[in-house]
């Protein structure tokens, strides 16, 4: 005869395993069973296998959700990308996940393809787990006011990347980190200058993004100071993919003159317009110079290798996430604005303009 679900005696019921259980079989207290599973260096190599055979032996599961409500925190934080595809973010994510690992915190990966709705979605959905903090890179398009829905006034919160100055007035407890993009545009910009170009395109990206519209400032910038006029339509807009970037190619030679140079909004533009140039018979590096933005690893190996302006993505990362950790660990300190250094690595994808000579030390400077 079969029992109903729910009915066999007591002592066939499996009974919860407890620290205490674990202690007393390894014959340690079970203060020490906590730091065996919380990592701490302080157990000693024997102590630690003892409990840790115990644990495989009980089969001792440990609750995370438990553990942080009594510690009245949580232990894990919330990194919201909007372009996993992009080796930049991949790299910055990898950076702060190294932090957040060596903190002791757990990270919850969220990605949102660059769809407001989708981001809305998971920020509600991870909300839901409680994290201790929040790293937003914001879909392009963002509203500050539709995030705070989703993410409320107490998680603390860092945004990179993009600015959301609809919030500044809303939500001034959310710390922001970004590149010194308009410093490194005009640097890529001053690269080409000193190699002679002056018919110079600013190629990729949407405007409407606050990352891109630095970026054009600092191309506007060097050219306005270098006395040459801007070529509206040299200013052209795309998706910030290489695949994009590739079909665009075409609206650089609609017609005469043409551009000599293009610095591009990112890297995976400039390697996007590589392939473009090079399907229709140009010889980036030899006959058209490009420049990226990030320096992801892919550029040393790219042909021709790729001028770029170096960001160090992981190690942006890394700061990002010490700057989050240090608010979560006082709520109290003030929300900042940081720019995170750049500078410019010359190599073989920009060349001089055609006819002009370099002089010694006007290249450009190296890395």
Not at 30 to 53: C, F, I, K, N, Y
């Amino acid at each position: 005869m079969r029992r109903a679900a729910g009915t066999e005696p007591r002592a066939m019921r499996r009974r919860r395993v407890t620290f205490a259980d674990i202690a007393a079989a390894a014959g340690v207290s079970p203060a020490t069973v906590s730091m065996v599973l919380h990592g701490s260096p302080l157990v000693a190599a024997d102590t630690r296998a003892r409990v840790e055979e115990q644990l495989r032996k009980q089969g001792y599961v440990y609750n995370r959700a438990a553990a942080d409500l009594r510690r009245r925190r949580s232990s894990s934080v919330a990194m919201v990308i909007n372009d996993l595809s992009n080796p930049f973010f991949a790299e910055f994510a990898a950076g702060v996940d190294e932090a957040l690992a060596g903190a002791g915190f757990i990270t919850l990966l969220g990605s949102t393809g660059e769809s407001t709705e989708r981001q809305q979605k998971v920020l509600t959905t991870l909300m839901e787990h409680d994290p201790a903090g929040i790293i937003l890179s914001p879909a392009e398009g963002s509203d500050g006011l539709r995030l705070l829905e989703a993410i409320g006034t107490h998680t603390p919160t860092l945004v990179f990347n993009r600015d959301l100055p609809q919030s500044q007035d809303v939500v001034p407890q959310w710390d922001f980190l970004a590149l010194d993009n308009r410093h490194g545009a005009r640097l890529a910009t001053e690269h080409l200058l000193h190699l002679g170009h002056q018919r110079i395109a600013f190629f990729g990206g949407h405007v409407a993004s606050s990352s891109c519209s630095e970026r054009r400032k600092g191309f506007l910038d060097a050219m306005t100071a270098a006395g040459i006029g801007i070529e509206p339509r040299w200013l052209i807009e795309s998706a910030p993919t290489r695949l994009e970037a590739a079909m665009q190619t075409g609206a650089l030679f609609v017609c005469d003159p043409t551009p000599t140079a293009a610095v591009c909004y990112n890297d995976a533009v400039a390697l996007g317009l590589m392939l473009g140039l090079a399907a229709r018979g140009r010889r980036p590096g030899l006959d058209f110079a490009v420049t990226g933005f990030d320096d992801i690893p892919e550029t040393v190996v790219s042909t021709p290798p790729l001028t770029t302006i170096s960001t160090d993505p992981r190690k942006c990362g890394r700061r990002a996430a010490g700057y989050l950790l240090a608010r979560i660990g006082d709520p109290g300190i003030g929300a900042a604005r940081r720019i995170s250094p750049v500078e410019l690595v010359v190599r073989g994808s920009t060349c001089p303009a055609p006819g002009f000579k370099v002089r010694p030390g006007r290249k450009g400077s190296a890395r």
